[in-house]
């Protein structure tokens, strides 16, 4: 069965300091996307980047990347140089053949001054 | 271009009562899902529109949800009666019809549903 995990509730980082959410995953089929979004207090979901499982180099957009390890089943974020607008709930989220994407229960993150 | 846009924002309703969410998705986005986030649970998937065609529904809850899209535009979701464990936020979510796997889902701000 397909899962995402995301085993970090919460993270603080200081401003200006890089910071790395945690997404491990578990599917056989082998072909998926692996996303990325972030949850401001607004509430809205803010996609933030993409890896497909076929993809053989790192995703990268901006200040973000995503340290993908198939082998692992990992997909973790990376964000450098964070902002305090930074600070919300992140999704790491999985999309196989079947349509759907199931999310991980989300990380909180605050960046500290 | 306009996003993903839902409405109401906010919802507030009796144990009972009947209420309506609506969504529209991005022009052009023949994909469409619903999501809900639970209180404390993570985002859950509840069923996919690719046109007007419900693709997948396995995701509903159980018979007092119902979703539509006719025309295949606006969706609505349409919860009737509403229970108290149907208090959370529904995100709606829309892409563009391609390879599975491929496209990105674009979402909504999300309709905060409190059933009192």
């Known amino acids: 069965a397909q899962k995402i995990t995301q085993t970090q509730p919460g993270m603080f980082v200081q401003e200006k300091e890089a910071v790395t959410l945690d997404c491990t995953y578990d599917t056989s089929d082998p072909s998926y996307g692996l996303f990325w979004y972030k949850q401001p207090s607004s509430g809205e979901m803010i996609f933030l980047i993409y890896q497909g499982s076929y993809d053989q180099q790192n995703a990268t957009e901006g200040r973000y990347s995503l340290n993908f390890q198939k082998a692992r089943k990992s997909a973790n974020l990376v964000i450098s140089a964070s902002q305090l607008g930074d600070s919300a709930m992140y999704f790491c989220a999985m999309r196989w053949s079947r349509n759907d994407m199931r999310f991980g229960a989300g990380t909180r993150l605050t960046v500290k001054p | 271009e306009a996003g993903v846009t839902q409405f109401p924002s906010h919802s507030v309703i009796e144990k009972g009562q009947t209420v309506t969410l609506r969504c529209d998705p991005i022009s052009g986005h023949d994909n469409l899902y619903w999501y809900r986030r639970v209180m404390g649970k993570e985002i859950k998937f509840l069923l996919h529109?690719?046109?007007?065609?419900?693709?997948?529904e396995s995701g509903m809850p159980n018979n007092r949800f119902l979703a539509e899209r006719t025309g295949g535009t606006y969706s609505t979701l349409k919860v009737q009666p509403a229970e108290l464990e149907d208090s959370g936020v529904y995100f709606c979510?829309?892409?563009?019809?391609?390879?599975?796997?491929?496209?990105?889902?674009?979402f909504g701000p999300g309709t905060r549903l409190l059933v009192l």
């Open positions: 529109f690719v046109k007007e065609s419900k693709q997948d």
């Open positions: 979510a829309s892409s563009l019809l391609g390879l599975a796997g491929v496209e990105t889902q674009y």
